[in-house]
């Protein structure tokens, strides 16, 4: 069984307790493994050893304001939902440092020495990948890339997990970014009550499975996880039309739902730092108490924040109309200009995270609904 | 839908590090009405000084550790290489200390940043300039422009209000503006004892004369209810939307795109303006709060 062929495209099949020296592999090769683990009932993305560490038999039920870690009824590791965190974490951190500045005769600068960690990221989601490939239209564009996403995501290793177990506020199958992951991985993994079938997305990823004791994925295995997967698809919690979109949030600006929703929201930016695609950040300076030095960050931003659009000229969004709309229009609309796809995956973070619980796939059926064309 | 042609690489700003200011030297800060000042900038290194250059209506970020950067147009002569000119409102945290220093303070400087007046493209035309209050420095760059290549341009008028005489800026060059056929129509919103002239908001200049629709270009920067108002008189007169250009303020922190603060619907008004032919961002412009 040590001789299956491998290439870049085929499915193997691990056995489950394969996964372990996978990780204690990758971790050889100078990688923190990181993965989801439960942390104050909820599940967070951190550093794990290996199984034991993973939420085994756990799942999530999520609804708009609501999510609670529940007993799947099975013993499978990834059988959990995405929590509040997204993987954007990693290569966007939340506050990072830029330049630090010491006044001494002048100010000198030097570059901020963190340097780009190598990270094994275990258990993307087929709609975080989504994700993450968004947010590398924003962050490495032709006419300039960040450095540090760059560097954190050129250093990274994905390990993806096929989603058989989609919950309340799901709606990637509408989206077109789950439930089956489609590339942008290193390996994936579809897991079984028995083994994981893996998909080998790269030539790295192939290098990690080498020695491990393989099987050839049977076909019995592969039609139980297509089923699953076919399954999954039927069961997402949310649907969202988009065929009409951007064109129906940017022709209906001035729709009353806008104004019902901001009666509800709170502006409190929930959804914004839940969202794996959200990309805005804003810079500020850290400076001592005798002002001799100074460390410029870069920390996340929101569009809900009121200094967010404030200049000298006043704040162009003064209002939480303004801004859920500003959220809204630009991440079922103009994104679609600037970056090429939409910017939801359909993961429903932002619905069940969202403490008022507005949701968005409600919110563009409502513009939907009563749409007024100017 | 297409903005204007993005503007040649940033100088004073290295693809990786984006984010790095260039520190540059104030060679002269003067005031030029009550809390607006112009603060001048030379680069520390000479080589960067040199290799500097920017088109009318492009900005800088201005930065001072602990307090932060703030985008700034550039008000001075493109032509003029020595040292670059910023005419700042002293409005924020950021601005009023930079009002604070002295000749030979040190402060960071990145750019140019984004689109410029198509100035070049409008040879051969009218101009009509409109500005209002702090929006005649980023216009200003044009009009040395103007002065430069005086010949190339038909009928040039500027039209400048401010809210009281005392608010004008740059009226010591009014004279040598129009000496050089440039005709300075100035206004204000409130008069005062000293002042002889017209009164009245910036929109309103436009019925002092006749407009020729087939070659009048319109440059605009200020307020935005002045810059609606504008295109508004400009459009009257049946001067094309996509011949009227317009400069708009917003929140930026980058000045490339990046950062998200200064989104006008699909634009990043920091990389795909802020000079945008009206006619681009006419379906937002618009939009109230948008």
């Known amino acids: 069984m040590a001789d299956i062929p491998l290439s870049v495209g085929t499915t193997v099949a691990l056995p489950k307790d394969q996964l372990d020296p996978l990780l204690s592999r990758l971790r050889d090769k100078g990688y923190r493994t990181i993965g989801p683990r439960i942390r104050d009932d909820a599940v967070v993305y951190e550093p794990i050893e290996g199984l034991a560490d993973l939420p085994r038999g756990l799942t999530s039920v999520q609804e708009a304001g609501r999510y609670r870690i529940v007993a799947s009824g099975n013993q499978r590791y990834f059988d959990i939902t995405p929590g509040a965190q997204s993987w954007k974490q990693f290569f966007f951190p939340p506050r990072v440092s830029l330049l630090e500045f010491q006044k001494n005769g002048g100010w000198k600068k030097h570059s901020a020495t963190e340097s780009a960690p190598r990270l094994a990221l275990v258990g993307v989601r087929p709609c975080e990948l989504a994700a993450i490939e968004i947010q590398d239209r924003a962050f490495l564009r032709e006419d300039f890339t960040d450095p540090i996403y760059r560097d954190r995501r050129k250093n990274a290793f994905l390990v993806a997990v096929n989603c058989l177990h989609p919950c309340g506020t799901c709606f990637c199958a509408s989206m077109g970014t789950g439930p089956k992951a489609s590339g942008g991985f290193d390996l994936c993994l579809t897991e079984l009550d028995e083994v994981f079938l893996v998909e080998i997305g790269t030539d790295a990823g192939l290098e990690m499975l080498k020695g491990l004791p393989l099987k050839a994925a049977d076909k019995a295995d592969v039609q139980k996880a297509e089923a699953g997967l076919a399954s999954a698809k039927e069961r997402m919690g949310r649907t969202l039309e988009i065929g009409d979109l951007p064109d129906l949030l940017l022709k209906n600006l001035e729709h009353p739902e806008w104004q019902a929703v901001a009666a509800r929201c709170m502006s409190c930016s929930s959804c914004t730092l839940v969202c794996p695609t959200c990309f805005c950040w804003d810079t500020q300076d850290r400076t001592s108490l005798d002002g001799a030095h100074t460390e410029r960050q870069r920390v996340w931003d929101s569009c809900f924040n009121p200094g967010y659009s404030h200049q000298a000229g006043g704040n162009t969004r003064p209002t939480t109309r303004s801004r859920y709309r500003q959220w809204l229009t630009h991440k079922f609309g103009s994104w679609k200009e600037q970056y090429g796809v939409l910017g939801c995956v359909g993961c429903g973070r932002c619905i069940t995270w969202c403490p008022v619980k507005i949701d968005v796939t409600e919110e563009i059926a409502a513009l939907r609904k009563e749409e007024v064309r100017s | ?290």
Request: charge should be neutral.
């Open chain 2, 1 to 290: 839908m297409t903005t204007l042609a993005a503007s040649k690489r940033p100088a004073a700003v290295s693809s990786e590090e984006l984010l790095n200011p260039c520190w540059a030297e104030v060679t002269d800060l003067r005031e030029e009405i009550d809390s607006t000042f112009t603060v001048w900038l030379k680069f520390k290194d000479p080589a960067l000084q040199k290799g500097y250059a920017f088109e009318p209506g492009q900005f800088n970020m201005l930065y001072l550790p602990g307090y932060g950067e703030a985008a700034i147009s550039i008000c001075s002569d493109p032509e003029k290489r020595d040292a670059i000119g910023h005419t700042v409102r002293a409005v924020g945290n950021v601005t009023r200390a930079i009002g604070r220093m002295k000749k030979g303070d040190e402060i960071g400087l990145r750019g140019p940043f984004g689109t410029h007046w198509p100035i070049e493209q409008l040879e051969g035309r009218d101009i009509l300039l409109a500005a209002g209050g702090i929006g005649l420095p980023p216009l200003r760059p044009a009009v040395y422009h103007i002065l430069h290549n005086r010949a190339k341009y038909g009928k040039v008028i500027l039209l400048y209000g401010a809210r009281s005489p005392s608010d004008l800026l740059y009226t010591n060059e009014f004279e040598a503006w129009r000496k050089s056929d440039i005709d300075v129509q100035v206004t204000v919103d409130r008069a005062d004892d000293t002042w002889k002239g017209q009164v009245g908001v910036v929109p309103l200049l436009f019925y002092r004369f006749r407009l020729d629709p087939a070659k009048t270009a319109v440059m605009t920067c200020g307020p935005e209810i002045m810059i609606r108002f504008v295109v508004f008189e400009a459009l009257a007169r049946r001067i094309p939307a996509d011949r009227i250009y317009v400069s708009l303020e917003r929140n930026m922190k980058c000045g490339q795109g990046f950062c998200g603060h200064c989104q006008l619907g699909p634009f990043f008004v920091c990389k795909d303006g802020p000079v945008f032919p009206y006619s681009v961002i006419e379906p937002y412009f618009g939009v109230e709060e948008f």
